[in-house]
């Protein structure tokens, strides 16, 4: 995931479409999957998934609120847990079974406080109301945090943010929901092609 600079954030609305969005979207080359528990059966998905990819790809499950969840998430085949918010609980139980911890933090306190709780990355989430300057200033003390800012990365935007400092950014949209108005799933894979070179660019110019 930290190489290739991206986690994709699969938030869709039934288990089929999920798949087929995910399938795409590795074979763009994306290397990180989230698939958020507000999908359908959003377990069976990542257990399908898991199988499929082995250990090419990290197939993660996203909205983990708590030590429950992570365990069944692990237990379906995720290597990789995300919260939009801190839950210590989680963390401990990903840490437990080696699964890692993408945990959600806003402000500098909260950030210090993911870290302090053993989170591997740090979300910084909601994105939309804060962008990239946001981000600059709060690496600015901050600048020893490993930050994945998550929502509202675009192809045009996402060089601001790894000059802001990002480790990684998470996408949606931009790329599972590039074939909607086409019906060609294959526009998916080109989406994600195209994120990943833009992504490639930024870190080499940053």
Do not use: C
């Not at 990180?32 to 993660?60: F, M, N, Q, W, Y």
């Not at 909205?63 to 990789?80: C, I, K, N, P």
């Not at 799933?185 to 660019?201: C, G, P, Q, Y």
């Amino acid at each position: 995931m930290v190489d290739s600079g991206v986690v994709l954030i699969v938030r869709l609305d039934s288990p089929d479409e999920a798949l087929a969005v995910s399938r795409a979207a590795v074979a763009g080359g994306i290397r990180a999957l989230e698939i958020t528990l507000s999908v359908p059966r959003a377990l069976e998905v990542v257990r399908t998934l898991a199988d499929e990819v082995g250990d090419h790809v990290a197939v993660g499950v996203g909205t983990v609120l708590d030590a429950e969840m992570a365990v069944a998430s692990v237990q379906a085949g995720a290597r990789m847990l995300v919260s939009p918010n801190l839950n210590p609980d989680m963390i401990r139980a990903a840490n437990r079974y080696q699964a890692l911890t993408i945990s959600g933090a806003f402000t500098p306190t909260e950030i210090v406080q993911t870290m302090e709780a053993g989170a591997d990355i740090v979300k910084l989430f909601p994105t939309e109301i804060a962008g990239p300057d946001y981000l600059r200033t709060v690496m600015a003390p901050l600048a020893h945090a490993p930050i994945l800012p998550a929502g509202g990365a675009t192809r045009d935007n996402v060089g601001d943010w790894f000059a802001a400092g990002a480790l990684a950014v998470g996408v949606g949209s931009a790329i599972t929901k590039a074939a909607r108005a086409s019906g060609d799933i294959d526009d998916v894979t080109r989406a994600a092609a195209d994120f990943l070179a833009a992504v490639e660019s930024a870190r080499t110019t940053s």
